[in-house]
């Protein structure tokens, strides 16, 4: 029994220097992941020291970049800016039945300078060929969002119609005004332009999609400085006014006279596929003769009216566009200005003229690359006789046009086409001229 005593003793003893043992190692384990934890904390409080050095360095760098940028930038932070435009070169090869034309004739087609027969006989055919470039455009364009709502301008430029260069070296045409406006969206549907765009009595989506740079000889065609109110489907502008008259004995004048500016009223519609709009617009024509600058002569005033139905009829893929125009003073907006706004009769009074035009177009889609357009057009005047006017035998009585494309689209916005374009102009005796032309195009829009 004493015996048995002493040995559990030893054998307690034993496990208690085991657990000892055991406990010390787990504490030296303890102790060596808690260096290890602090020797990776120091690691991790130097890369941030370092990568906070090298952060702060880069928010200063992007500080002066974002500085740099804004003064740099073309508009005030918050303005949306855009550019566009297309490059284009035209290749036109003209014939005339009756003698040379203008040389604007050599750019695009003007219905009034179609060369008629000489009251002496026949004249001699003309043939000529064109090349330019002038039709290309630029523009520009800002968008502002305000507490008072957006307002945006617009500025477009091309180097038709060009009074500088020539064909001899360089062609170094100038650039003329097309669009110059600001327009101030103020609420829902409702706006303010202020400045030049197209005339509100066209209907610019109605005009055919033809290489010539006008086309029909019967549509609607002006842009001049305007204030147009819009409202939903409703336009409302009052436009900058100018009167052209033919004169006694031959000649024309044009006069800027009157005081009350061109007042217009559109409103634009749709009826399933059909988009269409119908305008109308009062003028005030003006004669002033002045013998000289503080005297004024023979003088009239008359007012006239004009009112246009226009649209494009959306067949599919394809479109039918149209155009019908009438009044007695649609004078300088229709056709380039083919008839002018009135006469002067022989007690020094305005007369006016009846005249209507119009056109039907059809563009047809053939493939993805591939369309066509084809366009008839005619307009006509109610002209006096030769004795209400001098001269009357020699005013343009009505024209005709015809013009038949192929455009070629190999890649988006890049157009390739040829146009075959026929156009006639008949004086109120019944003298007449015509012209053929061939126009090939070159266009890439950016």
Known sequence: MFLRKPLGLAVAMLACSAVFSHAKTQAAEVDDRIAELERQLAELKSLVVSNKSSIDSNIETLAVQAEDLDEARPMSKGTKFTYGGYVQLDAIASNYSEGKPASVMDDLFVPSLIPVEPQSGSGDSYTNTNIHAKSSRFHFGTATQTDAGKISSFIELDFILSGQGDERVSNSFSSRIRHAYLKWDYGGQQSLLAGQAWSTFFNVGALPDLLDFVGPVGTVFERQPMVRWTSGPWQLAVENQTT????????????????????????D??????????????????????????????SDEQFGYGLSFAGKWNIGRNDLRFMASYGDALGRYMGLNSFNDGYIDHSGQISKIDQWGGFVAYRHYWSDQWRSNLSVSASEA?????????????????????????????????????????????????????????????????
């Open 244 to 267: 052209r008259v033919n004169l006694q004995g031959g000649g024309s004048q044009l006069n800027d006279a009157q005081l009350l500016p061109d007042l217009v009223a559109r409103y």
């Open 269 to 298: 519609g749709r009826t399933g596929d059909l988009k269409w709009s119908v305008a109308a617009i009062g003028r005030q024509l003006s004669y002033e003769e002045r013998p000289a600058a503080d005297i004024e002569g023979i």
């Open 382 to 446: 109610s002209n006096p006789s030769t004795a209400e006017f001098d001269g009357a035998g020699n005013l343009a009585k009505s024209y005709r046009s015809m013009h038949i494309n192929l455009n070629y689209l190999p890649a988006p916005k890049l157009q390739l086409g040829g146009e075959l374009m026929y156009g006639v102009k008949e004086l109120e005796d019944g003298r007449d001229g015509d012209m053929y032309r061939l126009q090939f195009a070159a266009k890439y829009a950016f």
